[in-house]
């Protein structure tokens, strides 16, 4: 079997939930490998991404693994059978990986909540702040990866249908990423956008108590099972996702926590249109 060059993220987390349930049975690969009839170099490359596992090893795995999580074994039975070629495929070889990663992510989320500190979110950005947004970025890109990079956020925006809450702090809003103009316009979408039954958009102004627990950007991404959320970070040379149980429930309680302190959503309407009217 060829191996895969680059697994995706949705890929690679297939294989490291493989390898949890092994490491939670308390089995060696050369013993899940004796169990499967192949060798110990299989279950390495399946549990690294770089091959596939058919339906038919994943059920006899989970079985040998005592795993009883019915729901849990169907997802991951949905993500190995998965043959999905999405619209990112278009920009594969011209945009980095974690982009398309992201896009895959969108696709299967159930829900997404954000918390946002210093920039908008992408999934809520106008494309004028969008490309103020990348041309900040260091080293300075093209024009073509720029415009790349615009198109790819505002098709993500279009494909995008799961319930969304967001809570963006007051920093966030008032920070001129562009002009005064895009700004305003910025302001204006976000207002749009929350009225959309599925957007829920709260805000942390500068002077409401209990900011401290906010004091970090994240993405919540919701999975088909609790197990299989994920929390994407951004890094310096892209988005970062964290999965494992201990980070899940970690975010988790971040959200809610910050949630709680934050204005109600009409309050935060009303907020976010007196910062548009000082424009």
């Keep these: 079997m060829?191996?895969?060059?680059?697994?995706?993220?949705?890929?690679?987390?297939?294989?490291v939930e493989l390898r949890r349930l092994r490491d939670a049975a308390g089995l060696k690969?050369?013993?899940?490998?004796?169990?499967?009839?192949?060798?110990?170099?299989?279950?390495?490359?399946?549990?690294s991404g770089l091959t596939g596992v058919s339906e038919e090893r994943l059920r006899r795995l989970a079985s040998h693994y005592a795993c009883t999580d019915d729901e849990f074994i169907e997802a991951l039975v949905a993500i190995a059978?998965?043959?999905?070629?999405?619209?990112?495929?278009e920009y594969r070889g011209l945009l980095p990986t974690p982009f398309l990663d992201l896009s895959e992510l969108d696709h299967h989320a159930v829900f997404q909540q954000d918390v946002a500190i210093l920039y908008v979110p992408g999934l809520l950005q106008t494309e004028d702040?969008?490309?103020?947004?990348?041309?900040?970025?260091?080293p300075e890109l093209t024009a073509e990866e720029l415009e790349l990079r615009v198109r790819h956020r505002m098709a993500r925006q279009?494909?995008?249908?799961?319930?969304?809450?967001?809570?963006?702090?007051?920093?966030?809003?008032?920070?001129?990423?562009?002009?005064?103009?895009?700004?305003?316009?910025q302001l204006t979408q976000l207002l749009e956008l929350s009225?959309?039954?599925?957007?829920?958009l709260r805000v942390i102004p500068f002077d409401l108590d209990g900011f401290a627990r906010a004091s970090s950007t994240m993405t919540y991404v919701g999975g088909?099972?609790?197990?299989?959320?994920?929390?994407?970070?951004?890094?310096?040379?892209?988005?970062?996702?964290?999965?494992?149980?201990?980070?899940?429930?970690?975010?988790?309680?971040?959200?809610r926590k910050v949630e709680a302190v934050s204005l109600e959503p009409d309050r935060s309407r009303d907020f976010i249109h007196r910062l548009t009217k000082e424009l």
């Design 224 to 255: 088909p099972v609790p197990k299989l959320d994920t929390v994407a970070r951004d890094a310096p040379h892209g988005s970062v996702f964290l999965d494992s149980e201990a980070q899940l429930n970690s975010y988790r309680t971040r959200f």
């Design 29 to 47: 690969a050369r013993e899940a490998a004796a169990l499967l009839g192949v060798s110990s170099v299989q279950i390495s490359h399946i549990e």
């Design 81 to 89: 059978t998965d043959r999905t070629q999405g619209w990112w495929e």
């Design 129 to 138: 702040y969008a490309r103020a947004v990348f041309s900040s970025r260091l």
């Design 195 to 200: 009225d959309a039954d599925r957007i829920t």
């Design 2 to 15: 060829v191996l895969r060059r680059e697994p995706t993220a949705r890929q690679m987390r297939l294989a």
């Design 158 to 185: 279009r494909k995008v249908t799961f319930p969304h809450k967001v809570v963006i702090h007051e920093a966030a809003l008032r920070i001129r990423v562009g002009d005064r103009a895009a700004t305003r316009v």
